[in-house]
């Protein structure tokens, strides 16, 4: 039976929109997005979610969360650029699995700034993880990686452009790895 998914969003929302494409066309069995949860009413992805049509709420507390979701039940919650830190009880009693997508390949470059901080450490290949949410913060059992390369020239923002286009990969393929027993990818990587 076709799965029902949360998008939890803060930002411009293009992994979001991945997602949205992914549940129109290839996914259509699979899963069908049916709320967005954003924690910022000016965030991109708010505007993008209407224009879908679908569900759209601004939450700014756990408690608002729960409440829509007791209205507006889902199998799936994807956290995709939400920039708020769950608890631990939050987690443990939303009642379905929530995963997240950062942009390094975990355990390397926990928290805020992956790219920066992958810049800084001088590493050749970087990219992104999709990975269970749990209370230690970027430290779930990982679903797929996408791997980049850095090149000698990157900025924060080229590289962050590079590990974006992996994440719109890797995200879809995450959810139908979660959701079905069909195993795309364990990892993709991305040469350009
Ligand atoms: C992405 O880089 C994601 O990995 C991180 O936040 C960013 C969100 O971007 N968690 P977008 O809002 O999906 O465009």
Redesign the pocket.
Request: charged share 10%.
């Given at each position: 039976m076709k799965k029902k998914v949360a998008i939890f969003?803060?930002?411009?929302?293009?992994?979001?929109k991945s997602l949205l494409d992914f549940s129109k066309n290839e996914g259509k069995e699979i899963f069908s997005v049916d709320l967005v949860i954003s924690n910022k009413s000016n965030a991109g992805?708010v505007s993008i979610a209407n224009a879908y049509g679908i569900e759209t709420r601004i939450c700014t507390s756990e408690e608002e969360i729960l409440t829509v979701l007791s209205y507006t039940k889902v199998d799936l919650i994807c956290?995709?650029?939400?920039?708020k830190i769950l608890s631990k009880d939050f987690i443990s009693s939303v009642g379905c699995n929530i995963i997240?997508?950062?942009?390094s390949l975990l355990p390397s470059f926990k928290g805020l700034n992956a790219q920066a901080k992958a810049l800084a450490a001088g590493v050749k290949i970087t990219g992104?993880t999709v990975h269970y949410v749990t209370p230690e913060v970027d430290a779930g059992k990982i679903i797929i990686q996408g791997a980049v390369p850095v090149f000698k020239n990157d900025t924060v923002d080229s590289l962050?452009k590079r590990?974006?286009k992996a994440?719109h990969k890797c995200f879809p393929i995450a959810l139908e790895k979660v959701l079905t027993d069909n195993i795309r990818a364990d990892f993709i990587f991305l040469q350009e």
């Open positions: 969003i803060s930002g411009r929302g293009s992994n979001m992805g956290l995709a650029g939400f920039m997240n997508i950062h942009p992104c962050s590990i974006l994440e």
